[in-house]
Every structure is written in C-alpha cells, then in structure tokens.
C-alpha cells in the first residue's frame, strides 16, 4: 500500500521558469516531509522538509508547501536551472523511518 | 562535509549466498537506517537503530539482520540470498535527538545475486 504517491512520473520545465512537483500521502500520522534529489548512481540527496504542524518552509529557491486538510504537499523551484535536473523523491514519516514516494523526473530545459 | 559511507558499493553473490554491507555514518549521527530499492521503485524502508538499538522494523525478510555497532557503524546481514534481493541498498543516517527526519543517504550498495 502506497503511503506517499506521486502522480507524475516525469515534468519538463524551461529554464528560469517554476517548476512544481506534487506528492499526496495517506497517512494523517506523517510528522514531517521531506524533499529528496536523486542523481543515477547516487543516494537521495536531502533538499528540504517540513514539520506536519507548518504549511510552508523555504530555503533558497527552493518551498515546499503543505496543505494538510487535502493530503498533499508540493516543491516549487524558482528559477529552475539545468542542473536541477533529477528525480526528486517525496517522504513522509517520523524520526524512525520514511515513506518515499516513486519519484518525479524533472528535466530543466536549457 | 563528511557523508555517509557504505561499503561495498557494488557486490555480486550467487543464491544461496550470504552478504554483508556495511555502513558509516555521518560524524556525530547517532540513528541509521536502512532501505531497500529494487530496479524503477522507491526506496522502502527496512530496519532502523537509535543509539545502538532496533528502533524501527519495515519490510524486512527474516533473512536479514542487522545492527548498530558501539562506533555507529551499522551492518546489514543477508543470508539464503535470492535472484529478487539484488537492489540499491540504501543506508542513511540523522542526528536522531535534535533532526531525528532529516535522514542523509549514503550513495548505496548495488547487490546483484545470481
């Protein structure tokens, strides 16, 4: 049973533009979410998260936005540049373990 | 900045075999976890230990085990391996006190059995 769902397996952004990827969860007991970035040949690389009682957090260019009632959450990259190019994982859970999502390929038009 | 650090990145055993990877973890990190990638899915979650300690158990077979040693390390033991084992095997690590979610992965172990 898939905790964390995200929809869209792959999105095209042009350079400089936002890029927003989206991810729903199930489970209301999610303490926190967290944003991973994923190279091939690589572990996630840990980009951003949240606390379940926020609704927004920024850090650069990158928010991730929260809406609880709904169970979905969102990563807005702004501008989005070439390098950004991956596939990025949502999670949810708590301080023992996480749920991923099956990842969002993003490519950034140059 | 010092990652995470498994070892062997990439292992070969055949059925019937038994693995063991090994994993360091971020200076000062005190929880890891492991997860498991099988070829196009995400990671699922294994077992975790918090200050030498089991503190969460996912998907994982009665095959494996694993532990957290006095320095951190942790290690991950497979036995009986199967053809449907070979994955990306992920650790990662967190400050489990202070950031216990803001977990760091180390770049994986690919096991391939055959």
């Known amino acids: 049973d898939q905790q964390v769902k995200q929809n869209s397996p792959s999105l095209s952004v042009q350079e400089g533009r936002i890029s927003i990827l989206n991810c729903d969860y199930t489970?209301?007991?999610?303490?926190?979410f967290l944003w991973y970035k994923k190279y091939p040949a690589e572990g996630p690389t840990f980009l951003i998260s949240i606390s379940s009682i926020k609704d927004k957090n920024e850090d650069g260019r990158f928010t991730v936005f929260l809406n609880k009632s709904a169970k979905h959450l969102s990563l807005h990259i702004v501008p989005s540049q070439p390098g950004d190019s991956a596939v990025y994982f949502c999670?949810?859970?708590?301080?023992?373990?996480?749920?991923f999502g099956t990842g969002t390929r993003l490519t950034v038009i140059p | 900045a010092a990652g995470v650090i498994q070892s062997p990145r990439h292992l070969i055993k055949e059925k019937r075999e038994t693995a063991t990877l090994k994993c360091y973890p971020i200076?000062?990190?005190?929880?890891v976890y492991w997860y498991q990638q099988g070829p196009g899915q995400d990671p699922q979650f294994l077992i975790s230990f918090y200050e030498k300690m089991q503190s969460d158990k996912g998907s994982i077979p009665d095959r494996f085990s694993a532990q957290q040693f006095s320095d951190y390390h942790s290690e991950l033991n497979m036995s009986s391996l199967e053809l449907g084992d070979s994955a990306l095997y992920f650790c990662a690590s967190s400050l489990g006190g202070v950031l216990p979610h803001e977990q760091y992965f180390g770049p994986g172990t690919r096991l391939t059995v055959t």
């Open positions: 489970n209301s007991m999610f303490d926190y």
């Open positions: 200076p000062r990190h005190d929880t």
């Open positions: 999670a949810g859970g708590g301080a023992n373990n996480l749920f």
